[in-house]
């Protein structure tokens, strides 16, 4: 009777173990690995011996999107970089993944399927480490008149998420105020024209080098003019340069006025503008072989979009010549002295031509 009991038990532990449900009694857990790097993703399943057991990639966007990559101990998927190993001892079937791509990233699923509407899953997500990439979406450049609001925009993609910071050339000050700010919106309130220039939108992750990209501020204001020397002097029959510095953008046009007439490059005057950037131009008129009604007030005027500015520059009648621009030659009656025969008979002449004229007059 003994014997038949042992019977008996051992029938009924080969009916209970026909009857149990297969288990995933283990799956990996999140995987982080960086371009070109080799992962192994474990599936330990029990009691699965008699069931189909497989590996399908979901993309991590969207759940439908699913790529079949083993079933059992063979593989589906054509690709070299795939490999399975199949452990009969823990019933492990092993996925290993080499030279990681990009486009590896998703969620990995082990799946027992028991019947066509019955199955068990577990999955395991695959997260590829990625340098930064700065979006189409950011801002490029901008322009924008003076004292309007300003939001500059940066965005950028790579894992893990990267930090996104904000500086300018040379470090200069921040209209935010500092030479770094952190975050993608960087706004301002009320541009002013000392804030054009480049700025540097920074992505980091500790991925690679991470990137940059340099958006072009430019501020359009209205001209802003400066004489560095307002009163100039100069001998009759002398040449004498009048000068002012114009800041403005967009480049504005310069005139020269004197008396309420626009000059113009001729026998009298020699108009030239110098631009030393976008925003800075000097300009110069000479005034040649000066003559009595040419002395007075010099209008220098700039206008863009924006405005109109303009400031003055007097030139006044003295008696000695000014040195330069009358450094070449001085005139005595009709005649040409060459300064190369010394500036103190030079001068001496110049005096004496002076006096001559005078007495010559009274």
Known sequence: MKSIGVILALAFLKIVSCQRTPTISYI??????????????????????????????????GGSDQLPLSSGTSLIVRDSRFALRYDTASSTYTLQIKDIQ??????YQCQVLISLNNRISAGVELQ?????????????????????????????????TP???????????LPTGGSIYRGNTLKVSAIRKEDRGTYYCVAENGVGRG?????????????VITAPRPRLGQALQYDMNLECHVEAYPPPAITWIKDDIELSNNQHYSISHFATA???????????TIEKRQYGEFI????????????????FETIIPVCPPACGQAIYGTGVIPMSSGPLIALALVLAAFLRNFYTKY
């Open 28 to 61: 990996s857990q999140e995987q982080i690995k960086d371009i070109g790097d080799t992962v192994e993703l474990l599936c330990s399943v029990q009691y699965g011996q008699e069931y189909p057991v497989l590996w399908i990639k979901f993309n991590k966007e």
């Open 102 to 107: 990009e486009t590896d990233a998703g969620v």
């Open 128 to 160: 590829v480490r990625r340098p930064p990439i700065i979006s189409d979406n950011s801002t490029r450049s901008l322009v924008v008149s003076e004292g309007q609001p300003v939001q500059l925009n940066c965005y950028a993609g790579g894992f893990p």
């Open 163 to 173: 930090r996104i910071s904000w500086r300018r050339e040379n470090n200069a000050i």
């Open 211 to 223: 990137a940059r990209r340099n958006i072009n501020v430019e501020v359009e204001f209205a001209p």
């Open 278 to 288: 976008d925003e800075y131009t000097d300009t110069t008129i000479r005034v040649i």
């Open 300 to 315: 220098c005027r700039a206008a863009n979009k924006l405005g109109t500015a303009q400031t003055t520059v007097q030139l």
